[in-house]
């Protein structure tokens, strides 16, 4: 927590009590309370950080609860849904991972998408003798309509919201 008076010190905290506590007892050098603070992400998991600027300036004490208690794909639904505005629903505590709707496939791009719908039969049974007339790129490109790409560290997402 860095606070905005250049006459305060900042403090690094790991959970929202140890912020409290720590905020709750900052004053300045003139003994006054210190109310500002800019909050920084320091250590931790690229996805933590990514959940941290996706929604941790809103609500710090939600945050603490999603870090703390959902699995690291809830996560993902949750960063997605802030970060490219699916939700309009406040960040808050009451938030549950079933609240998010959305369709994640994870390290693919629209190409290998395509393909694994086709392998899969999303297009029906396809003959033999005409497989090799399937265009698989217009088919990727026509899925990139219906769906998004998203980066989170070193992975790139497809997603959809429903």
Known sequence: AQPYDLDAQGFWFTSFEDYQTKYNNNFNVYGQFVEEYEIQFIDGSVINNALFDAVGSYNLKAYFKVVNK????????????Y???ITSEPFNEDIEPNDLNIEIYYDMSFHSLA????NDGMLGDIPKHLEQYIDVDKYAYDL???YNEFRLG???LIYRSM
């Open 154 to 156: 070193d992975t790139t």
């Open 115 to 118: 393909q694994e719908f086709i």
């Open 70 to 81: 959902w699995d690291d794909f809830e996560k993902v639904d949750l960063i997605i849904s």
């Open 144 to 146: 990139s309509m219906d």
């Open 83 to 85: 970060k490219d505005n």
